[in-house]
């Protein structure tokens, strides 16, 4: 395969990974409305004299636990963990650490190998980033789908 602009597709490679990480992040927030209008809603819905028998209790319990795993698995799609790309030029958090001088001079010193093996490099980190923020989300959606038996179970019960 012979690639006319090798600089050119390092940064489309780049771009194309990072095209994915909206995508994930508007399926979060549809996961996140959904978790959070489940427990409001069930929240809203006990008090202490709708729920008499202990395995009353338990059911909204089982909905709440399944739904707060959830949510902590947005969490970690919203808070990735975010290490590498030690003394990048393309990586945000290696870049900030530079002053806007040092970076500049450093970003116009480098020579073309460097740079695409940076944009790769980048491309590949962001690979690993959107993966484990898809695998939260699909944690996440899985957690919430297996709420809505208990959490039906329980509004029934309390209704």
Avoid: C
Wanted: charged share 20%.
């Amino acid at each position: 395969m012979k690639i006319e602009s090798i600089p050119g597709a390092a940064k489309d490679q780049l771009d194309l990974v990072l095209s994915f990480f909206p995508r994930v992040d508007t399926k979060a927030s549809v996961v996140l409305a959904v978790d959070t209008g489940m427990a409001g809603y069930l929240a809203t819905r006990l008090s202490v004299s709708t729920l008499m028998l202990s395995w009353q209790l338990l059911i909204p319990l089982v909905a709440f636990v399944l739904i707060g795993l959830s949510f902590w698995h947005l969490y970690k799609v919203a808070f990735p963990n975010l290490k590498g790309g030690n003394q990048s030029l393309v990586y945000f958090r290696e870049i900030a650490k530079r002053t806007e001088a040092k970076f500049i001079d450093e970003f116009m010193a480098q020579k073309d190998d460097a740079y695409v093996k940076d944009l790769l490099g980048q491309a590949w980190r962001n690979s690993e980033i959107l993966t484990e923020k898809f695998n939260h989300l699909q944690l996440a959606f899985l957690l919430m789908a297996a709420a809505i038996i208990p959490w039906t179970i329980a509004i029934a019960v309390i209704s």
